[in-house]
């Protein structure tokens, strides 16, 4: 009989002690064994704007610390089903963005060759560049949910490539995608351009801007999810910005008008069933976050997450 890791209990460990991981949970060196992981990659060197996201794991981890193993909402229990373990952070080269992309690539196909589906702790959205080109190595080409204020599908920033406004024009580029298969929720503010978020559009992406959320449940919309990605490989990539700033002013590059908290757990429950192969959350900088309320909504996302991966085992 397996016997699975479990987040330490706040009867057994007050909550404000015992180990600073994710949910207080092990730690691995590897992903080796596990079903699913938590891993951080602590970089803040893709940002345009206000950094600190090299300080979101650490943050996210330690306001997980109240987050206990059964999901009361949705009745899911991960640590019955699955084997999960923090392993830790990606070491990157703090001092070259190029450099950290391919190390953050490199690291990801060494984790996705054990079979397990990665959460990861951010750090900056450049990150997810780099795991989407290993994702599309082990599945190929990847359904994205995409949550962001912003499109992230810069052509370039300050004449780079490389940086927060760009990764999912890179991975476009880079043949990591399923085109008919990616949304992107959550997108406002103001732009350069009438047609600034037109070029996901052109791609036949479903693009999904803020004011259509507004006042609604996005349940509906998650069934439109479902129901066009089917059983493709999935990654879920959720930028904290999503949010209004209401709810999460922590992060580098805020806008008004954004997701509630609620529209958020929506979106992440209504990928339940999906063929969820990995997601991230990212942007929370922990310097603008002085109650620990944008940490603490990050720590609780990503445990919804867990809650929704695919038990692998079954079937």
């Not at 691995?28 to 891993?39: H, K, R, W």
């Not at 991230?280 to 620990?292: H, I, K, R």
Request: aromatic residues 8%; hydrophobic residues 35%.
């Amino acid at each position: 009989m397996t016997t699975y890791n479990q987040p330490l209990g706040g009867n057994t460990m007050p909550r404000f002690g015992g180990p600073a991981t994710m949910m207080r949970l092990p730690t691995q060196d590897t992903a080796e064994g596990l079903d699913a992981c938590f891993i951080g990659i602590p970089m803040d060197i893709g940002t345009s704007n206000r950094p600190g996201t090299r300080l979101g794991p650490r943050q996210i981890r330690d306001e997980s610390r109240m987050l206990r193993p059964y999901n009361m909402g949705t009745g899911a229990a991960p640590f019955e089903r699955m084997q999960v373990a923090d392993i830790g952070d990606v070491p990157i080269n703090t001092f070259d963005l190029k450099k950290s992309c391919a190390i953050i690539a490199d690291h990801y196909r060494g984790i996705l060759k054990h079979g397990v589906m990665p959460l990861t702790l951010g750090g900056d959205h450049t990150l997810t560049w780099p795991i989407l080109q290993a994702m599309r190595d082990t599945y190929g080409p990847v359904a994205l949910i995409h949550v962001d204020a912003h499109s992230d599908t810069n052509e370039h920033m300050f004449g780079e490539r490389e940086a927060h406004g760009c990764p999912f024009r890179r991975a476009w580029e880079d043949g990591c995608l399923i085109n008919d298969k990616v949304f992107q929720i959550g997108l406002r503010g103001s732009g350069y351009s009438a047609h600034d978020f037109d070029w996901g559009r052109d791609k036949g992406w479903t693009v999904v801007q803020a004011e259509e959320c507004w006042h609604k449940s996005l349940k509906p919309l998650m069934e439109q999810v479902r129901a066009t990605i089917g059983d493709a490989p999935c990654y879920l990539s959720y930028d904290i910005d999503s949010l209004d700033p209401a709810f999460a002013p922590g992060t580098g590059t805020v806008e008004v008008g954004g997701l509630t908290t609620i529209q958020g757990l929506e979106i992440i429950r209504g990928c339940a069933g999906l063929n969820l192969v990995g997601g991230d959350l990212v942007e929370v900088s922990p310097p603008y976050d002085p109650s620990g309320n944008t940490a603490m909504i990050a720590a609780n996302y990503l445990y919804e997450m867990l809650c929704v991966l695919p038990d692998r085992r079954k079937g």
